[in-house]
């Protein structure tokens, strides 16, 4: 389209004449982080906001530059065909989804801007990052950050992406809005702080249902091949987070203008709202000239044979007051929690009810080597009544010198209620009503870092797992699943050549009930070098996913669900990417072939079974950073 001509040649020349003063400013921030009453560039999370010590992250990354997007990430996620489509992880997770998305955003919640992925920046000058990339299909994803401080100690942030895509195939399209503000503050001598924000997600998916086999279509983009031809969802999904809190007393005499408090006291308040929608108003029947639906897609139709639509709405309240002890170089937080959950599922369902939280953590320095902190939070009341979760992480933290192990080991046990809509499910597709007990896993990992070389190894067990069986239905073993996790990180150069080199093993005693590979390579290797002397870097170079065949995950879009199936197997199929990464002082660019291996290694180029992968695509994208 003609205006994408417009925005590169706009883009480069901000490229070649940024204010070369803020240039100089960032080199400021990398070499002296000591003059932060003039330049300094910190971004925390929400649990770090009160740490005396905030490691300064450098706000402009070029290695992996092209990976832009959360489905192309570390190991890729698998998803449905469509970048901005419903994805899952490869790699296994013992975490259990909780109440923020119970039947609302299964399959989008990693593109999600939620309360606990939010940063929280302090810094000056004004820091600006805008990215714009295009692709084949309409493919487009504008993402734009902006963090200022107004003053030296209240700081505003926000983040908005948007993505589009028609896609390669019927009806398989995507359309989606991010948005998040974040504030902080803190008085000079942070006696009182606050965290706010706010996030908003909007997503419109269109659903095909995917296609029987690949090789047997010959025009999978014409209208009417797909499986489903008038579906669509929608998640919508938006949320506030205010968390206040009070110092009293000093832990010392000395008249610092940091003050450590004895206790702190501290009050949250966190309200979200999500719904999802799905509807499909039927496939066109030539014979009997009218609309139905597919009953060969739909296992169960039990209300209306010619329109499907569900709906699910979900509201928490949540307010928890906490109190903060500083013994010494000691923390430790007492917090309780309570809770209120609004469920809605179609005309069916309506419910209202509560949950009660207490618990504790405990941060201990035993040096200024060593690191211990242990978290529990325990539900004494209310729905998830008797829900535990147990963690303990212990670890060295170098400070002056770097040792040459650095390593931290994790363990966990924890306990947790069905959700609801695990429970209780009524609509035109889908009817269940489960008594299902708590699921509970335990786990230990360990992360070993030398000389570069990164291992982590995870072992655990998970008990009554929850899970959708091969009708989409909500299921619960009867035996234990225990896993091991291998995975090894390490980036080798020679000379001007670079491998940045990822392998994962995984085992699991049933992979019928967790069909997940069990091995996974991600590998980038490209050439690194400078031009116009040395102004202009660049890299050119290959990325390479692969994993092992397996059954893997289906699709169901009715409950934007994953779910078991045993037909079809996935995997076995490299997908390598051809990348070019420039860098001019604080402006990138990349030029980009996905998939360029297309057809080479025969058709089976489906991450989730009847959802084949986008074809080879070119795609270009612009970013520049200014401090300003």
Do not use: C
Request: hydrophobic share 35%; glycine share 6%; aromatic share 20%.
């Amino acid at each position: 389209m003609p205006y994408k001509s417009y925005i590169i040649l706009f883009s480069i020349g901000v490229f070649f004449y940024t204010d070369f003063k803020a240039q100089q400013a960032f080199h400021s921030l990398e070499s002296d982080t000591g003059k932060a009453d003039t330049l300094f560039f910190f971004r925390f999370n929400e649990n770090e906001f009160l740490n005396d010590s905030h490691l300064i992250e450098e706000p402009i990354v070029f290695n992996q530059f092209q990976r832009y997007l959360p489905e192309t990430n570390l190991f890729p996620y698998l998803f449905v065909g469509n970048p901005g489509h419903s994805m899952y992880s490869p790699v296994y997770s013992n975490d259990k989804a909780d109440n923020y998305i119970q039947g609302v955003s299964s399959g989008v919640y990693p593109y999600l801007y939620r309360r606990e992925n939010a940063d929280y920046y302090r810094n000056r000058p004004p820091y600006t990052s805008l990215f714009y990339m295009f692709g084949a299909k309409d493919e487009e994803l504008l993402d734009v950050v902006h963090t200022r401080n107004f003053g030296r100690n209240l700081n505003l942030s926000l983040h908005l992406q948007k993505q589009a895509s028609t896609g390669f195939y019927d009806n398989i399209g995507t359309k989606s809005t991010n948005f998040d503000m974040d504030i902080n503050y803190a008085t000079a001598n942070q006696r009182y702080t606050v965290l706010a924000s706010y996030q908003f997600n909007k997503k419109e998916l269109n659903e095909n249902g995917g296609y029987e086999n690949l090789e047997e279509i010959e025009n999978p983009e014409t209208e009417g091949s797909a499986n489903l031809s008038r579906a669509q969802s929608a998640i919508r999904d938006e949320g506030i987070f205010i968390g206040q809190s009070f110092g009293i007393g000093n832990r010392n005499t000395n008249k610092e203008a940091h003050i450590i408090p004895l206790f702190r006291l501290g009050y949250d308040f966190q309200y979200t709202r999500s719904y999802r929608t799905y509807s499909d108003e039927g496939d066109y029947d030539q014979i009997k000239r009218n609309y139905f639906l597919n009953a060969d897609f739909y296992n169960n139709i039990y209300f209306d044979s010619t329109f499907t639509r569900d709906s699910v709405n979900h509201s928490l309240f949540s307010n928890q007051a906490n109190l903060w002890f500083f013994p010494s170089k000691q923390r430790v937080k007492l917090h309780a929690r309570q809770e209120l959950i609004d469920y809605r599922q179609g005309d069916f369902i309506d419910t209202l009810y509560e949950n009660y939280f207490t618990g504790a953590e405990f941060v201990f320095n035993t040096s200024d080597k060593y690191l211990f902190d242990m978290k529990f939070d325990y539900a004494f009341e209310g729905f998830r009544t008797g829900d535990f979760n147990l963690s303990a992480n212990i670890g060295n933290q170098p400070k002056d010198s770097i040792p040459s192990i650095i390593y931290k080991a994790s363990l966990g046990y924890k306990q947790v209620h069905p959700l609801f809509n695990e429970l209780y499910y009524v609509s035109n597709n889908f009817i269940w009503h489960n008594d299902f007990s708590k699921q509970s896993s335990f786990f230990v990992t360990l992360n070993v870092n030398k000389s570069g070389y990164s291992l982590d190894v995870d072992v655990g067990s998970v008990a009554n797992l929850i899970y959708y069986d091969d009708e989409a239905l909500a299921a619960q073993a009867t035996e234990s699943v225990q896993y091991l996790k291998l995975s090894f990180h390490k980036f080798l150069n020679w000379k001007k050549i670079f491998l940045d080199n990822r392998l994962q093993y995984q085992y699991f005693s049933n992979r019928d009930l967790i069909p997940l590979p069990e091995f996974m390579i991600w590998e980038s290797i490209y050439y690194q070098d400078h031009l116009l002397k040395k102004i202009l870097k660049f890299q050119v170079g290959f990325d390479v996913f692969y994993y092992s065949s397996h059954n893997g995950y289906a699709y169901m879009p009715v409950m934007n669900q994953f779910h078991l199936q045993s037909e079809k197997e996935v995997g076995s199929y490299p997908y390598i990417d051809f990348f070019i990464n420039f860098q001019l002082k604080r402006a990138f660019f990349f030029f980009k072939m996905e998939h360029v291996n297309k057809g080479m290694f025969g058709l089976n180029y489906y991450q989730v079974p009847d959802y084949p992968m986008p074809k080879r695509a070119f795609k270009m994208g612009i970013k520049w950073t200014l401090f300003d």
